[in-house]
């Protein structure tokens, strides 16, 4: 039950947890969207329909 210290991972080899907004490239994103599984896909398409439908009927005024 000897470990090696090589075989357990440390802070420097780990991946550093990202706070904030992440900027993704074009690729990166489609790479992203092709990856979903299909049921999120019809979900987001289902909010993106109904978002579509909520600003159609939206009244928006601009008071200056």
Do not use: S
């Not at 440390?10 to 990166?28: R, Y």
């Not at 489609?30 to 979903?36: A, M, Q, T, Y």
């Amino acid at each position: 039950m000897n470990k090696n210290l090589h075989d357990t991972p440390n802070q420097v080899t780990e991946k550093a947890p990202v706070f904030g907004f992440v900027h993704h490239t074009e690729e990166e994103k489609l790479l992203e969207d092709i990856l979903r599984p299909d049921i999120e896909k019809l979900q987001l398409f289902t909010k993106m329909l109904h978002r579509n439908a909520v600003l159609k009927t939206a009244i928006i005024t601009h008071n200056k």
